[in-house]
């Protein structure tokens, strides 16, 4: 997505250890317009694929997601990186390492809220190693739910998570993708 290409090379920055920073409008202060554009192609992609659900995780994610839950009509589940005392019952969980924090998280997600009537959307801001996105699956799996794919607002393509999740089977359609980084910038697939 050209929009969203360009708004990384003029407003995103490479820091060290592969970290791209572009907390200035996706993932801390937030362009809901940029992000509405990327939620309808996340719709063009998968459109006819009867997406019922959109699926991530807290909470980077959850604008675009949310967003992309408002342009296909239906709801957002995330799943929340630790239980709190308001969320009661029976819930689905999985073991999911993050690149960027450099620790391991059990994501959960109620039953109430995911079962096998569900046709679901991942929908997440970044793919790195595919951590996130296993995890995400495993909860999908356990739920009986059928993923229909991944929407990826940047994907960093030389860390090869996506490849990996493409040749399990995986869907996935990342709106940028980032072929290297260096402290000398970055260059786009």
Request: charged letters at 25%; aromatic letters at 6%; glycine letters at 12%.
């Amino acid at each position: 997505m050209k929009e969203l290409e360009e708004r990384i090379l003029r407003d995103g920055r490479v820091l060290p250890g592969g970290i791209l920073k572009v907390d200035g409008f996706l993932n801390h202060q937030i362009d809901p317009a940029l992000l509405y554009e990327m939620a309808l192609e996340l719709r063009r992609l998968y459109d006819g694929e009867g997406v019922n659900k959109i699926l991530t995780i807290e909470a980077s994610g959850i604008a675009i997601a949310a967003l992309t839950g408002y342009v296909f009509g239906c709801p957002l589940v995330f799943a929340k990186k630790s239980k709190t005392r308001n969320l009661a019952g029976d819930l689905y969980a999985a073991e999911v390492p993050s690149f960027t924090h450099g620790n391991v998280s059990t994501v959960v997600v109620s039953k109430a809220y995911l079962g096998p009537q569900d046709r679901v959307l991942i929908v997440d801001d970044f793919l790195a190693t595919g951590a996130a996105l296993v995890g995400l699956r495993s909860l999908c799996e356990q739920a009986g739910a059928a993923v229909v794919g991944a929407g990826i607002a940047i994907e960093k393509v030389f860390q090869g998570g996506g490849e990996k999740l493409r040749a399990e089977g995986l869907r996935v359609e990342s709106l940028a993708r980032i072929a290297e980084m260096s402290d000398d910038g970055l260059r786009f697939c």
